[in-house]
Every structure is written in C-alpha cells, then in structure tokens.
C-alpha cells in the first residue's frame, strides 16, 4: 500500500464531530514500515488530538523512532498544513530534509521539506550547555 493509500483510508476514521474537519496521515518507518493515524477530537476542546501525532503514537509504539516521509490528507480546499505543534513532533523523528506531502481528497496536492516548515526548529543543539 503507498503512503497516499494509507492516510487516505485512515482519513475517512477521523473523529471529528466538533470540526468535521477529517484528518488522516500516514508516515514511513526508516524500516519501510507505514504508520496511520486521524485526528481524534474531544468534546473537552483541548484534549483533541491532531492525525500526526496518532500516526507518530503509532510508529513509537512499534518500536521505531525515525522517519522518512509523510503525507496528510483533508478534505479542505488547500493542500491541509500541519499545525505548529504537529511539525515540532514531526521534527523530532525526521530530519530538516524529509518531506512532507500536504494533500486534499481531490489531489491538490504540495510537498515541503521539514526545513521549509519549520525553519529554525528547536532542537537538542539548542540545550547542549545544559
Ligand atoms: N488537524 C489535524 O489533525 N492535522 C492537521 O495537520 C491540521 C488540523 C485537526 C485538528 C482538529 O481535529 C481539526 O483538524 C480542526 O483543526
């Protein structure tokens, strides 16, 4: 199954009745191995939780730490843009030059790289006097 194939099937399981706003990602293991996950909202606002993190949840919970390429998927107007919060997890398993593909249901799609999405990203560099 490709990656496309994945976030698109994981998209249509998104728990989203306060949005209705469908979410689905998938992300490749450095072992070739694809990771889902959809967003899960929550009636407590706050507690929702996006697609890439259940996707990343999903790739720690099978052992795996480092990823290769992710693509996400909504039906939106615009290729769907990771939060903030989604590219600082992102970036912690992958490197500046992964890329990431935003896509909707109709194929309107782009790709960045994680440098592209955020630039300057913190990282354990930034703490080494620490
Ligand atoms: N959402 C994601 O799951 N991933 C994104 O990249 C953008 C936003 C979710 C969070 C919330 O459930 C809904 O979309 C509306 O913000």
């Known amino acids: 199954m490709s990656l496309l194939d994945a976030a698109t099937n994981v998209q249509s399981k998104a728990y989203a009745p306060y949005s209705n706003f469908k979410v689905g ?10 990771y889902a996950g959809c967003n899960v909202e929550n009636v407590a606002y706050p507690e929702g939780t996006c697609a890439e993190a259940g996707a990343i949840a999903t790739m720690v919970a099978a ?17 769907v843009s990771p ?21 909707t249901l109709e194929g309107n799609s782009k790709s960045l790289t994680m ?16």
Do not use: W, Y
């Open 83 to 103: 939060c903030g919060g989604c590219r600082q997890k992102l970036a912690e398993f992958s490197g500046p030059e992964t890329v990431v593909t935003m896509t």
């Open 63 to 79: 052992g795996e730490t480092q990823l290769t390429e992710v693509v996400v998927i909504a039906d939106s107007p615009l290729p």
């Open 25 to 34: 990602a998938a992300i490749r293991g450095a072992s070739g191995a694809i």
């Open 115 to 130: 440098a592209e999405l955020l630039p300057g990203a913190f990282t354990q560099a930034h703490m080494e006097n620490s």
